[in-house]
């Protein structure tokens, strides 16, 4: 019994540190940081739940936020972010300028952007001055995951996409070292 004890001892002093960093709820991400970050125009979307990850491949973690905004573009200089939309991209026109213009009927997606925050050396996605963010528009997601993903001959990180749409489909965007690529990948993440 007292060998079993200190086994379930040792395994939490192991296993409680890294289920902590990984958790969005030990991280404070809430409305004040996204304003702090992007604007007053974002708010969270509380049921979708931050997810970290290493999406340049550079060590740091990254970490991607859902959130919505009426227009982003406004705020791009102030708060040093980038849009994109690689959604409209894929299907042949994705300047922000003109589809972030375009309405969606479903009151439930208006306004939905995914925030991306690339960490620092120092501090990380949380540092003062984070190494990039982008705000992606026109997403219609309705839950985000950090997963790995064959691209060619290597293996990145990328935010897969459970999209809100009546069929189930699923994509993933990654970034290909000058913007972000959205890929669709067919049925469900499950």
Not at 52 to 59: E, I, N, V
Request: with cysteine.
């Amino acid at each position: 019994m007292r060998k079993v004890l200190l086994l379930l001892a040792f395994s939490a002093a192991i296993l409680l540190p890294a289920f902590g960093q990984g958790n969005p709820a030990a991280r404070k991400i809430d409305n004040e940081f996204v304003r702090q970050q992007f604007g007053e125009g974002f708010t969270l979307v509380p049921e979708v739940a931050a997810v970290f990850g290493d999406l340049d491949g550079d060590g740091v973690e990254d970490v991607v936020i859902a959130a919505r905004c009426k227009n982003p573009l406004p705020n791009q200089a102030e708060h040093n972010y980038t849009v994109m939309d690689p959604y409209y991209d894929f299907f042949g026109y994705g300047d922000p300028k003109v589809t972030t213009t375009f309405s969606e009927p479903d009151p439930q997606r208006r306004g939905l952007v995914v925030l991306i925050i690339y960490g620092a050396e120092t501090g990380g996605w949380r540092s003062a001055t984070p190494k990039a963010k982008y705000v992606i528009v026109n997403l219609p997601y309705k839950a985000l995951s950090v997963r790995k993903m064959n691209l060619r001959k290597k293996t990145v990180e990328a935010i897969y996409v459970e999209e809100a749409s009546d069929f189930g489909e699923s994509s993933a965007l990654f970034f290909d070292g000058k913007k972000f690529r959205y890929v669709p990948m067919g049925g469900t993440m499950q």
